[in-house]
Nanobody, 126 residues
Framework: QVHLVESGGGVVQAGGSMTVACTAS????????MGWFRQAPGKDRKFVAN????????LYTESLKGRFTISRDRAKNTVFLQMNELTSEDTAVYFC???????????????????WGQGTQVTVSS
């Protein structure tokens, strides 16, 4: 059973940068896709970005491409989300997700996935 723990959230000023991390334990991540989703207050959870653990291919939601970067450290079983030029619209709880045997396109198309972290709050202050 894969267990995900997010870290690195907090408060950042508008225009600043922040990196959140998700560390997995409990099993191999081979053939997994790891992703980030976010949920703003009163809104649905939405896809942000994901990465294929094996080949490193990535997918981003179009509106965040160029500002957000997802990466992985296979030795540490950790996936990162670097966020730049943050605005108040980026304020949300950021969730890490993992799913096995799917493509990055499939993960990006739905919010139902096998494993979730507890979420980390990112607040952008103006």
């Amino acid at each position: 059973q894969v267990h995900l723990v997010e870290s690195g959230g907090g408060v950042v000023q508008a225009g600043g940068s922040m990196t959140v991390a998700c560390t997995a334990s409990g099993g191999t991540l081979d053939h997994y896709v790891m992703g980030w989703f976010r949920q703003a207050p009163g809104k649905d959870r939405k896809f942000v970005a994901n990465i294929d653990w094996n080949d490193g291919s990535t997918l981003y939601t179009e509106s965040l491409k160029g500002r957000f970067t997802i990466s992985r450290d296979r030795a540490k079983n950790t996936v990162f989300l670097q966020m730049n030029e943050l605005t108040s619209e980026d304020t949300a709880v950021y969730f890490c997700a993992a799913d096995r045997g799917i493509s990055i396109a499939v993960m990006g198309s739905r919010v139902g996935h096998a494993h979730w972290g507890q979420g980390t709050q990112v607040t952008v202050s103006s």
